[in-house]
């Protein structure tokens, strides 16, 4: 249980995070801000230092982050299937529609 409350939480962090990149991507390309001084500072905060990005990729290897995100959404995966073959209605379908999407999402 605990785990599935886990699972539910991490998602909507990261459904949370996803669509602040979204919104912010979107009002910079779209070009909505008026302001031309706020646009190239938004563009700027969005740039990233390659010699930081490198660092900070070679400290999450070392940290092990694939293999601790590859044993997360293996965990979740298990966890969510059951929950999904019960809140879908029974039919033939259900299971192809849910391992169509266990393809498409990398478990």
């Not at 699972?7 to 995070?17: P, R």
């Not at 990149?21 to 646009?39: C, H, I, L």
């Not at 660092?55 to 299937?81: F, W, Y």
């Amino acid at each position: 249980m605990k785990t599935c409350i886990a699972a539910v939480c991490w998602l909507f962090l990261l459904g949370t995070l996803w669509a602040q990149t979204e919104s912010r991507d979107q009002k910079a390309s779209v070009g909505q801000q008026t302001d031309k001084q706020t646009a190239l500072s938004t563009s700027a905060q969005l740039k990233v230092n390659p010699a930081q990005e490198a660092d900070i990729r070679r400290l999450m290897d070392l940290a092990g982050a694939k293999t601790l995100a590859s044993q997360m959404m293996e965990v979740m995966g298990k966890n969510i299937k059951p929950l999904m073959t019960n809140a879908l209605p029974a039919g033939e379908y259900r299971e192809k529609l849910i391992e169509s999407l266990f393809r498409k999402i990398p478990v």
